[in-house]
C-alpha cells in the first residue's frame, strides 16, 4: 500500500517537473530571436549591461512569471521607393526604386532593432522610406540629369554609403537596393534624346537611300540577269520539248507494239494452260472412269467366276452324293437281301429266289435314281451356261442402247451435277456479256451429251482390246447395277 503510494507520487512528481520543463523551455526558430527580458544580462560587444537576453538558434529555459519571452523576426522585408526629387540643373525627376532590408544577425544588430522595433515590426518599412527617401533627395540635388542616365550605379552606391549608418544604428542591413526607374515631368530627357535621334534618324535616311540606290542597281543588274536567264531557259526547254515529243512518238508506237507483244504472250500462255488443262482432264478421266470401270469389271469377272466354280463344286458334290446314297442303298439292300436269303432259306428256294428278285429290282431303281438326279442338274447347269451366253451376246450387240438407257435415267443427276460447279462461284466476269451466259447455260446442258458419247467412245476401245464392257461381266453378261455410276466430266 505504501509502495503503491509512493510510486503514484513519483510518477506525479515527474510528471510535474515534466510539464514545467516544458513550460520553462523556448527555442529560436532559425529565422528569429528570442529576447527575454526580467534579468539583466550582459551581451557580447556591448559594454554596459541589458535589461534582457538574446537567445539565436537554440533552446533556453526561462522562469515563468519572472522573465518575459518575445520574438524579433529575422526574415527579409521591402519597401518601394517613390520619391519626388530635383537635380542639380533644378530639373525635378521622381524615382522609383525598392530596398530589401533585414535585422542584421549579431546580438549588436539584434538589441538595436530590439530597443526601436520590438512593438512596431510593422513599422520597420515606413521608417526604412523615411530614411532612404530623405538621402536620395539630397543625393539627387547634388547631380545632374545627364550623370543620373550615364551612370545610375554610382546613385544606388552614393544611397547605400549615405544611409549606412543609420541602418546600422537601428540594427538593419540593406540586401538590395535598385532603382528601377526614373521619370521625367518637364520631358527634358525626351528632349535631350532629340539631337542624338534626329541624327540617328538622318543617318537613317542616308542609310535607306543609299540601299535604295545599291537595292535598284541590284535589281536592275537582276532583271538583267533574269531576262538572260529567261531567254537561255526558253531554248533549253524548246530543245526538251522536242526532245519530249520525240520520245512521246515513239512511246505511242511501242505502246501497240508492247500491247501486241503482250497479247501473243497471253495467247501462248493461254494455249498452254488450255493443253495443261486438257491432258489434266484426260488423266482425270483415267482416274477417275477407266480405272474404277476396270476395277469394277474385273471384280465382276472375279465374283462369276467363283460363282460358276461354286455352281459346279456343289453340282459335283450333288452328283457325289447322290451316287454315294444309291450304292449305300444298294449295299443295305443286298445285305438285307442276303439276311432273308439267309433266314427263309429254310423256307424254300422259291422263297429265295423271290427275295433275290426284290433286292436286285430295289437297287436297280436306286441306282436308276441317282443316275435321273445326276442328269437333271448337269441339264439346269448348261441350261444356266447358255442362258449367261445369250444375254452377253446381246450385250455386246446393243451395248449402245443400254448405255443410252442407263444415261437417260441418270440424266437429270448428270445436269445438276454439271451446273453445281456454278454453285460456289461468288463473282462471275463474263466477258461477252449476254452470249458469255448463254453459253455457260449450253454448256452445262449439253455435259450429258459430252458423257454420252465419251462412253460410247470408251466401250467401242474397250471392244476393239477385246475386254467386256465395264459395266458387264465376261461370264454371266450381267449389267450393273444402275446404282453403280460411271463418273463423267464435260468439257
Avoid at 523556448?26 to 529576447?35: G, T
Avoid at 526604386?97 to 538595436?112: C, H, L, Q, T
Avoid at 453459253?439 to 459430252?450: D, I, Q, S, V, Y
Amino acid at each position: 500500500m505504501v509502495v503503491g503510494v509512493v510510486a503514484g507520487m513519483a510518477v506525479a512528481a515527474v510528471l510535474v517537473l515534466i510539464g514545467l520543463f516544458k513550460l520553462m523551455w523556448r527555442v529560436a526558430e532559425p529565422n528569429e530571436a528570442l529576447v527575454i527580458s526580467g534579468s539583466k544580462h550582459r551581451v557580447e560587444g556591448l559594454e554596459e549591461g541589458m535589461g534582457f537576453r538574446i537567445v539565436t538558434g537554440r533552446g533556453t529555459l526561462v522562469m515563468p512569471g519572472v522573465q518575459v519571452v518575445r520574438k524579433l523576426s529575422l526574415d527579409l522585408n521591402e519597401t518601394e521607393l517613390h520619391v519626388d526629387c530635383v537635380t542639380h540643373q533644378g530639373i525635378p525627376l521622381k524615382v522609383r526604386g525598392v530596398v530589401i532590408f533585414k535585422v542584421g544577425d549579431d546580438f549588436v544588430s539584434i538589441a538595436n532593432a530590439a530597443r526601436r522595433f520590438l512593438d512596431q515590426q510593422k513599422m520597420m518599412s515606413e521608417r526604412v522610406h523615411n530614411v532612404f527617401a530623405g538621402h536620395l533627395r539630397s543625393i539627387v540635388g547634388g547631380l545632374t540629369v545627364e550623370d543620373m542616365i550615364r551612370d545610375r550605379e554610382k546613385l544606388t552606391g552614393q544611397t547605400r554609403a549615405a544611409c549606412g549608418t543609420e541602418m546600422e544604428k537601428l540594427g538593419l542591413i540593406v540586401d538590395s537596393l535598385q532603382i528601377h526607374e526614373i521619370e521625367d515631368p518637364t520631358g527634358y530627357i525626351q528632349n535631350l534624346a532629340m539631337p542624338h535621334a534626329a541624327a540617328v534618324q538622318r543617318d537613317a535616311r542616308i542609310a535607306q537611300a543609299e540601299a535604295n540606290r545599291l537595292a535598284t542597281e541590284a535589281e536592275q543588274a537582276s532583271f538583267a540577269r533574269m531576262a538572260e536567264a529567261t531567254r537561255d531557259s526558253e531554248i533549253l526547254q524548246a530543245g526538251y520539248q522536242a526532245e519530249r515529243d520525240k520520245a512521246a512518238a515513239k512511246a505511242r508506237q511501242a505502246g501497240p507494239h508492247a500491247e501486241a507483244a503482250a497479247r501473243q504472250e497471253v495467247v501462248v500462255q493461254e494455249t498452254r494452260v488450255a493443253e495443261l488443262e486438257a491432258h489434266r482432264r484426260e488423266q482425270q478421266l483415267q482416274a477417275d472412269v477407266r480405272k474404277p470401270a476396270d476395277a469394277k469389271a474385273y471384280e465382276k469377272r472375279t465374283l462369276a467366276e467363283a460363282e460358276r466354280d461354286a455352281r459346279i463344286s456343289a453340282a459335283e458334290a450333288k452328283a457325289k452324293e447322290t451316287e454315294l446314297a444309291a450304292a449305300a442303298e444298294a449295299t443295305r439292300v443286298k445285305a438285307a437281301a442276303g439276311a432273308e436269303a439267309e433266314a427263309t432259306k429254310a423256307r424254300g428256294a422259291a422263297s429265295a429266289a423271290a427275295t433275290r428278285a426284290t433286292g436286285e429290282a430295289e437297287a436297280a431303281a436306286a441306282q436308276a435314281r441317282g443316275l435321273a438326279e445326276a442328269e437333271a442338274t448337269k441339264a439346269q447347269g448348261l441350261a444356266e451356261a447358255e442362258a449367261i451366253a445369250a444375254r452377253a451376246s446381246a450385250l455386246a450387240e446393243n451395248q449402245e442402247a443400254v448405255v443410252a438407257q442407263q444415261l437417260a435415267e441418270k440424266w437429270p443427276e448428270i445436269v445438276q451435277a454439271g451446273a453445281s460447279a456454278f454453285g460456289n462461284v461468288d463473282n462471275m466476269v463474263l466477258l461477252n456479256g449476254a452470249d458469255g451466259m448463254a453459253e455457260l447455260f449450253a454448256k452445262a446442258l449439253t455435259m450429258g451429251g459430252t458423257g454420252l458419247g465419251l462412253a460410247r467412245q470408251l466401250l467401242a476401245s474397250m471392244n476393239q482390246n477385246g475386254q467386256a464392257p465395264a459395266g458387264t461381266s465376261p461370264l454371266n453378261g450381267s449389267v450393273a447395277p444402275p446404282s453403280q455410276k460411271v463418273p463423267v466430266e464435260g468439257n
